[in-house]
């Protein structure tokens, strides 16, 4: 059997274990729609291009590998910050877990309802920034998602919200397979934050679509981790009007697969798009970013900003690229990837990139991949500081350009001890 057939034979034995759900017509035709870009692109193997660094073979199952339950032992990331919590237990919303969805300046609704609506803002997005997000690079799983998501939230900030939305996800079945779909939009001058955590499920197939209209703001925070064997891919489509902001940042530990995918259109002048990651692994470890920026529109700025802490056989991915297209004078592009490899085990790939058709822009990418400065662990150990709280001291710096992406300094020092606690577990 040749390639092209088992690669088609795969796809469709994964379309056969899952159910097309039903609702009003245009959400029907988007997910139809989507099955159509599921079947022309296949399921991914390594000698996709995009895909030679991570081998999919776990997300191309039918099935979900098995994951064992993790019990943290501490406290929820976001515990003392102010919000309004929904909960979803293996992929479905726990309406009981959850705090009302009532608030001002905020729309809040269960995807599953919104799809049976015959008329619903959500018409003008659901599905259409990710078929937008599938050239010129081939984002399968995304589509997978858009047919197949049953549950999911669409939100709609209308004002400033008062306080964050915070997305909780709950893993409690050792093969659950979750397929979950959120649609944001941030109508004109309105400000929504958005935050995420949890292992989610087994297997964790994720998709959310963020439109930000002229002069709105969005920020999202997102901590994935901690249960070691789950697997899950994310994506994340984003559309910036005139003068709109948006920033997301990511803090993972530990799992076995985890691959972050992020589409950003600037299509209004004078936007500003900031993604940034933060990822800590030790062993059977792979974390993948990648990441494409386009820059349509004059006078934007947009920044992309990676640190991994690598060990034991680690192995971190990151593809980032910038598009600056005709026309998009005056961008500021910028783009850094850099791994802290902690033993000779570990691994880092990168693909930074640029293409650039405009001549009036600055714009610049950098990867990086090293040990530990033994200059400055000497200077530490040389003014009493343990070789252990040096290597950690050294290590947080390391990561602080990434975090420094968090506007909000509660969250931020939240997550900065969230890592500390990563690097006294895995001391020694």
Request: hydrophobic share 40%.
């Amino acid at each position: 059997m040749g390639l092209a057939a088992k690669k088609q034979d795969a796809t469709e034995a994964r379309l056969a274990a899952l159910s097309l759900p039903s609702g009003a017509g245009w959400a029907d035709a988007a997910r139809v729609e989507a099955v159509s870009r599921f079947r022309a692109m296949g399921l991914p193997d390594r000698r996709d291009e995009y895909w030679r660094f991570t081998r999919p073979d776990d997300l191309n199952l039918p099935k979900a590998p098995e994951a064992a339950i993790f019990d943290p032992q501490e406290a929820p990331v976001y515990s003392d910050i102010d919000r309004l919590q929904i909960v979803f237990r293996d992929g479905v919303f726990d309406p009981e877990a959850s705090d009302d969805l009532s608030l001002e300046g905020i729309e809040i609704e269960r995807l599953a309802t919104a799809t049976t609506k015959d008329i619903h803002w959500s018409k003008d997005i659901y599905g259409v920034l990710e078929a937008r997000g599938q050239n010129p690079v081939a984002r399968p799983f995304a589509a997978l998602n858009t047919a197949f998501a049953t549950d999911g939230i669409v939100i709609r900030a209308t004002g400033q919200v008062s306080k964050p939305v915070h997305l909780r996800y709950l893993h409690e079945k050792i093969d659950s397979d979750a397929i979950l779909h959120f649609v944001i939009r941030v109508e004109p001058g309105a400000n929504l934050t958005v935050l995420e955590n949890g292992p989610a499920a087994a297997r964790f197939n994720k998709c959310m679509e963020v439109d930000v209209a002229d002069t709105g703001i969005f920020n999202h925070i997102r901590t994935q981790g901690r249960d070691h064997e789950r697997r899950a891919i994310t994506h994340l489509f984003a559309r910036l009007g005139e003068e709109s902001s948006f920033k997301s940042f990511t803090m993972t530990a530990n799992g076995v697969l985890t691959r972050n995918e992020a589409f950003i259109e600037l299509t209004g002048d004078n936007a500003s798009a900031h993604i940034a990651g933060a990822a800590m692994g030790d062993g059977d470890f792979h974390h993948d970013d990648t990441i494409f920026v386009t820059h349509d529109a004059v006078n934007c700025e947009s920044r992309q900003v990676f640190k991994k802490v690598l060990r034991n056989g680690a192995v971190g991915t990151f593809q980032g690229k910038i598009l600056v297209k005709e026309g998009a004078q005056k961008t500021d592009g910028y783009q850094i990837s850099q791994s802290l490899l902690l033993d000779e085990d570990a691994q880092f790939l990168a693909k930074p990139e640029l293409e650039i058709y405009a001549d009036d822009v600055a714009c610049s990418h950098g990867s990086t991949s090293g040990a530990i400065d033994e200059s400055a662990l000497f200077y530490l150990r040389s003014r009493g500081v343990p070789e252990n709280e040096a290597q950690a001291l050294l290590v947080l710096a390391f990561l602080a350009e990434a975090i420094e992406e968090i506007e909000d300094e509660a969250i931020a020092d939240d997550i900065l001890g969230r890592l500390e606690g990563w690097l006294s577990r895995h001391r020694g």
